[in-house]
């Protein structure tokens, strides 16, 4: 079982290989703006986004997918088409989704995916800034009684198969000169089972995952995770290759659902301040002083088409993964940084 | 002459403790026979508390179903159209659902010999038009629906359903072509068999989806299902052609020789004598590589298609029922069984009625 999981991994990626050696013969038709424009001409816009990832994407009760990725879609689809209904959600595995995005078959890719020099320099991914920062850390039983990863030494600790997970593990405890015993198991449910069963005494995983799984076993007091990440994975949306504007719509959009919750706009209040506002920055930011939908090559009232569809970063975080949300995420890192966290926005003028 | 008195033999039932004597006799045998039926029934008793004793039926919060501690089946009843129809819109769920009874309607009805008639093929390609209007829409007034919605168990019974029917055309005239005489034909039907039956389906379907939209033009055009369809058929029928093949082989040369001295031509010899005769003999092998393809359907969730089982996924990742997936895969093991359970009986039956005819 883990041994075919293995060869498959690598069959895979041989294909991945393969596919990208193929993206290397098509003729390169990605020009400035080419993508952008087949958005606007066929009135849709292509989102890969993550198969049953819980609070990225995932099916809501009626059928429809529900997320943070997914509202970054329909961010983009709002702020470029006007209506957040106009996008085609393609679903896809981690193994393809690079291939996606090179081949066009997705015209952006909001997957739960880290920025990593590999996938900008060789995998020509752009990404915007991050979505959602996630990091590499523990959860113990708080009957262990240990109140930082420094105290695991001779811990056994349940990591999944085949993931970086495994090399974050032993540079942690190697660095430290301390000794563990992996319990290494090929899929998320089979470490579940092994960590609440008392198999182990610490779980390695990004923290999202970790909470979600301590949300699920249901004593969300019992157990601790280590706020201390060992490694940042910040997730963000990206688009392929050389469409510049189609890339400068992305990043901007990131930009402006951060910086439309430090302004305190929110889906309930938006087409009020867009109409009344006297503040300068709301009103350069909703249109009410033109010009930043001509520099991107949308129309004004970008900002407000998609806080009305989606709301701010704020909003859309608590609905997905936060308070709002089964999984009680905190913000932690991904609060503004006006509130101590990584979140900010580059001024929108 | 004298009278042979045939008397009927009496068929005697060996008593209980006869019947019983292999399991404890010698003494070894006992000790294994009391704990296998210890473990069976401590098993069954676990399983029974968990599944029915302390399970939650109908509706209930997830924090219900963890304080009972057993089976979450109310995660199902909460759930069910998710895994089984995906993202498919959520007020239009009777069209996948009558598009899943007319497939399996028309599947079932091609396991009964009395209905192998013409008309039979006509039902199946009308059965595929009609699921295919009542899955995507557009016409009589129903709502389009993208194919990028479609999921769950319509799109696992139709790419194996649908693939093994057109396989199976496919894979006659491998099947033939690998017996022929004419030199190309031969070495080309043999080279694709063997090329085919050499690769993983899931390299298959990963070429068929990442690959074919980077070499043909216009290939983005081609939908991922019908480029996961195209896999799965031209996949199944390099297996088929085989067990065709050995169907084939099997066949007597005298029935064919006799056939021609007859003076059957070559196309009728084969169509009315040999191939009834080496489809008799395939059928077993046949129902196994549809069953086998029913389970390979699993595999396109690698390019992003969710059939059941990523149906199931999607059902316990909204977070609110994240952790119950015991129950969601368990119900699509259930499923699973019972479509693979009755294909087989249905060869069972058919290969009993072949059998009787024999003699």
Redesign the interface.
Known sequence: MKLTGRIQGRALGCLTALAMVGALFAPLEAQAGKVLDTIKQKGNLTCGVGQAVPGFSAPATNGELAGIDVDFCKAMASAILGDSNKVTYRQTSYSERFVLLASGEIDVLAHDTTTTLNREGAQKARFTSPNYFDGYTFMVPKSLGVESPDQLADATVCILQGSTFEVNTENFFKSRGMKYTPLVLGTWEQLDAAFFGGRCDAFGGNYGNLAGSRVAHGNVDDYIIFPNFLTLEPYAPSVYGDDQDLFLVARWVMFAMVEAERLNITQANVKDLAASSTDPEVQQLLGAKPGNGKDLGLSEDWVVNMVSAVGNYGESFERNLGKGSPLKLDRGLNDLWTKGGLMYAAPLR | MSEIAITPVQRTYPSLKTRMSPYFKPWPHAIITVLGVLLIGYALVSLFGWAVLNATFGHAT??AC?AAGGACWAMLT??Y??VL??????GEYWRPALAIVLVLGVLIASGFRQLWKPALAIAWVVVMVLSLVLMGGGVLGLEPV?T??WGGLPLTVGLSAFGIVLALPLSVGLALGRRSKIMVVKRSCDAYVEIVRGL?L??VL??A???L???LPGG?MID?ILRAQIALILFQAAYLAEAIRSGLDAVPKGQAEAAHALGLPDRLVSRLVVLPQAFRIALPAIINTFIESIKDTTLI????L?DVL?GA????????W????REAYLAVGIAFFAFCYILSLHSRRLEQEFANERR
């Open positions: 997830p924090d963890r909460e759930r159209n998710i129809f995906g993202s498919y819109p959520a993208s990028s919605r993983p899931l390299a990963f070429v989806s990442t690959m939209p980077l070499l983005n991922t969730s690698i390019i992003g969710i990523g996924r999607g059902a316990i990742a909204d977070g609110t994240m952790g119950f997936y």
